[in-house]
């Protein structure tokens, strides 16, 4: 079996993981090229590249999110590195960073002009979250976050919208979960243009882990009491404002946050990210 980079990148030291790297055939990455991620075995067509993210839509249509690393994917049983099609083997590969979310971004990120598309998340703390933990995957992207001041007239703003091929909705909400009003409000709106997802938290406050917090679980407060307020009640935290800085500034990265959260903003991006063909 050939060295394999994803197995062992002791081999040789840095300069024989290096050299190992700089072996694989540059691939273009062209859309429908059929892959196979290495190291979980996936097969799927490319749906989308951007140099350090590389999404597959599988057979049964579902999307999966890789960072692009030189011998990731293998084509017709070659292991390849994907490259931006257009660029030649001499060019130098961009310099990169690890984003807050986790991701692998440009080193000097110029935002990508804003989409039609929309990313609506309950309220300017939702906004926060994501700006801190995802902005620079959002600039990347070019996708603009608007908070909706609650879903009560949902429907009807989505109606407004217009959801098209090209100027498609992810929706986040708060508390979705069987028979909740977030629910009952999310079931109306059937588009094929339109992702609702969620989190099963009352408040966007209970999507950081009280690890982050440096508390021992969320106190639970009565159905009726306002919820921020309820909250920095039993926690001492004084006003909602005080408790609202405690809050974000325990988010540093994902790993603050809940897995639900995480992975519902992971698909919105997938669903929202221009398709390869518009990437700059």
Not at 11 to 17: H, L, N, Y
Not at 71 to 90: D, K, Q, W, Y
Not at 109 to 119: D, M, N, T
Not at 128 to 145: C, K, N, P, Q, S
Request: aromatic fraction near 6%; include cysteine; glycine fraction near 8%.
């Amino acid at each position: 079996m050939d060295d394999d980079i994803l197995a062992d990148r002791s081999v040789g030291g840095v300069s024989g993981a290096k050299r190992l790297a700089q072996s694989y055939r540059q691939l273009p990455a062209v859309p429908d090229l059929m892959l196979v991620h290495r190291s979980t075995q996936l097969r799927g067509r490319l749906l989308k590249f951007t140099d350090q993210l590389v999404v597959i839509q599988d057979r049964s249509g579902g999307r999966h999110t890789f960072e692009n690393h030189p011998g990731s994917f293998a084509h017709n049983g070659e292991t390849v590195t994907l490259v931006r099609p257009g660029r030649g083997p001499a060019e130098s590969e961009p310099a990169t960073r690890r984003s807050a979310a986790g991701g692998v971004v440009a080193a000097e990120q110029v935002a990508r002009v804003a989409q039609a598309s929309r990313l609506w998340v309950e309220g300017d703390h939702d906004a926060r979250f994501l700006e801190r933990v995802w902005g620079d995957e959002l600039r990347e992207l070019g996708i603009v976050v608007e908070p909706m001041r609650g879903i009560d007239d949902l429907v009807a703003a989505v109606a407004a919208f217009a959801p098209r091929a090209d100027a498609r909705l992810a929706i986040l909400v708060d508390h979705l979960v069987p028979g909740s009003k977030e629910t009952r409000i999310t079931q109306q709106i059937r588009d094929p243009n339109v992702l609702i997802l969620g989190h099963p938290y009352v408040d966007i406050w209970q999507c950081v882990r009280p690890r982050s917090l440096g508390i021992d679980s969320w106190p639970e407060v009565p159905k009726g009491e306002e919820f921020k307020a309820g909250i920095c009640k039993r926690l001492g935290w004084g006003s909602t404002t005080e408790g609202w800085k405690r809050v974000l500034s325990a988010v540093n990265t994902f790993a603050d946050l809940e897995p639900e959260l995480v992975g519902a903003v992971e698909q919105a991006l997938d669903m929202l990210a221009p398709p390869l063909e518009d990437s700059p």
